[in-house]
């Protein structure tokens, strides 16, 4: 699939076929994470691919935020510790960047793959780490559910690109 | 491109040839940050594309982390107010993320349509922010420089896959 096209066609998935994810392209969504670019190549980051049926269930029970039967799931951690080792000051807040890079990339490389992806925000942070068996200094931010999507979901509206995009200067329409 | 090919061959270009980017171009790639998911679809940011060459020479003279000649550069800006104002409770934090998967569209789109770019966050904010016109509760996060590359830059390392990639729990390799 072409990289434009991807972009803008993929949506948020959370309709799932039950067929799992191939092991072969888990790991490639993953490997796309790990290639990832960061500020000072930092890669302030960890991911989790949760594929057992038993631990997508315990999963589950953590994140009401996972909506339908996803057959796969990557948590996506920052790496607090690294990030302020590494980073210097500011670092913490570049962190935040690098992680939405990964996140994109992932869900691209999902698209791409032929699978659907949902970024999710709403879950138990203390429990997910545990679950996870995070060490001391990272954190999940994200919980990307994956599956083969079932129906194709309606796009978001985005805001008019005169309020968003300028030529030169703010306030320029451009676009 | 295809869209996995373009996230594993995409590298920073700070090397560029004197041909101008086309207008079209410029605002293909402009497009993509706008049509870029976020949370909460908050859209907490804003595109200024710069070319005319004497505003690109006063955004580089504020600018030490642009290295070469770029022909043009995107500004992209967080509405942190907006960000503040529809994201709730960890709305800034949130927002930092979507400037994340934002950037990552455009340095994608900019590779698929056969321009190079280098993300770049050395520079003066307040200078910037003025010389853009930003109005309060915008600032700029990162500058993009975009030219048609000169030269296959290196790519740069990543921490090996037993370090980032999990299998069920942190620390059980997978990749």
Redesign the interface.
């Known amino acids: ?8 066609t ?1 949506r ?1 998935v959370r309709a799932f076929a039950p067929d799992p994810v191939p092991d072969e392209l888990l ?2 969504v ?8 960061s ?1 000072g ?1 930092v ?1 302030p ?8 049926p038993e ?1 997508l269930a315990g999963l589950r029970s953590l994140a009401p935020g996972i909506i339908g039967r996803p057959t796969a799931a990557i948590a996506i ?1 920052l790496d607090a510790a690294r990030a302020r080792a590494l980073g210097g000051a500011g670092g913490e ?2 962190a ?6 990964a ?3 992932i ?3 999902a ?3 032929g699978l659907g992806a949902c970024p999710i ?1 709403s879950f138990h942070r203390q429990g997910v780490a545990r679950f ?4 001391e200094g ?1 954190e999940p ?2 919980l990307v559910a994956l599956g083969y999507p079932r129906g194709k979901p309606a796009a ?4 008019p ?1 005169g ?9 320029v329409p ?2």
């Open positions: 699939m072409d990289v434009l096209e991807a972009i803008l993929r948020s790991r490639r993953l490997e796309v994470g790990r290639a990832s670019a500020g190549n890669q980051w960890g991911f989790v691919a949760v594929r057992a631990r951690c807040r570049s935040w960047l690098d992680i939405g890079v996140v994109e990339n869900l691209l490389a698209h791409g793959l925000g996870l068996g995070l060490p990272v931010v994200l978001a509206g985005r805001r690109s309020e968003v995009c300028f030529l030169e200067r703010w306030g451009y676009g």
